[in-house]
């Protein structure tokens, strides 16, 4: 069963810069798309960024592109998702999610797998 844990998150300064990271197991993920969304309170879950696990294909949120990258590291079976120039905006839960089905989608539907969620708070 495929598994999924992020971890990264925590309170920070408009302005500054956190990495988010995602540890993979039960799967070998060859063929799948990765995920980061986020839910702030009152909130839909929204799409952030998406990687393809075996070309590195990329999309963001135009909310968050020139500020936020994402990555895999296929060794370690991790995903990451470096965030810098953070806003109070980017208050939410962030969650990993995996596809098994590759492609890269922007709704959550599309996601077959999620992790628990790690909090992200930005203070003006």
């Known amino acids: 069963q495929v598994r999924l844990v992020e971890s990264g998150g925590g309170l920070v300064q408009a302005g500054g810069s956190l990495r988010l990271s995602c540890a993979a197991s039960?799967?070998?993920?060859?063929?799948?798309?990765m995920g980061w969304f986020r839910q702030a309170p009152g909130k839909e879950r929204e799409s952030v960024a998406g990687?393809?696990?075996?070309?590195?294909?990329?999309n963001y949120a135009d909310f968050v592109k020139g500020r936020f990258t994402i990555s895999r590291d296929k060794a370690k079976a991790t995903v990451s998702l470096q965030m810098n120039s953070l806003k109070p905006e980017d208050t939410a839960v962030y969650y990993c999610?995996?596809?098994?089905?590759?492609?890269?989608?922007?709704?959550?539907?599309?996601?077959?797998?999620w992790g628990q969620g790690t909090q992200v708070t930005v203070s003006s």
């Open positions: 999610a995996a596809r098994s089905r590759g492609g890269l989608k922007y709704s959550a539907n599309e996601y077959d797998y």
């Open positions: 039960g799967g070998t993920f060859s063929g799948y798309s």
């Open positions: 990687i393809t696990w075996s070309g590195g294909t990329t």
